[in-house]
């Protein structure tokens, strides 16, 4: 299982669920998509103009980025995946092809989504709480248990928290279950080390 430096795991449950999938012969992944993500609730660019075309156009090309460039992206953060699975050697041949240009940051994280959606190799796709995109979507925070859990009903505790870009270094004004409002980061250090109780606000 992989997980990136800016995530951290508040239920052990996503991992559990991670790696059950794993075992199933599936890339357990987590599209980057949600009812309460910024995405869901926007205006949505013409195909042509969206990273995930761009990324598909430079590293794949023009047929690949027209067949695969609507697909929502599964976040490459964190995944699972048996090591004699197959999908190894896919995703080695589609980063060598898409490594021929000028590579970007996303381009490991295109080649992963090239053998979901092109290779059609087996996946697991989990739900949004096992990889969840806090600049995307802020939690709310359950007072009486102290977690972060699903900004809509049924209010689920987040599984990983997935601090991408500035999410890392923002305090957030989290709406409580309780209909409050408090200031708070989003790291581990702050609601699992030492820390002061987050402020009213």
Known sequence: ?????????????????????AREGKLAI???IGRSYVSFKKWQRPRFNTLMFREYRKGWGWRAANQLGRFPIANAGIFALAADAPHWELWKAAMTHGLQTKPTILREQTALNYVIHHDKAPVGLLPDWCNWICIDAPPKLDEKTGMLVEPEPPYRPLGI???????????FSLETLA??????????????GKRKRPRRG
């Open 30 to 32: 987590t599209p980057h």
């Open 1 to 21: 299982m992989w997980i990136d430096s800016d995530t951290w795991v508040q239920d052990k449950a996503a991992v559990e669920l991670y790696l059950a999938t």
């Open 179 to 192: 209909g409050k409002r408090v200031k708070a980061f989003l790291h581990y250090r702050y609601w699992r």
């Open 161 to 171: 928290l997935h601090l991408v870009g500035p999410a890392r270094s923002h305090e």
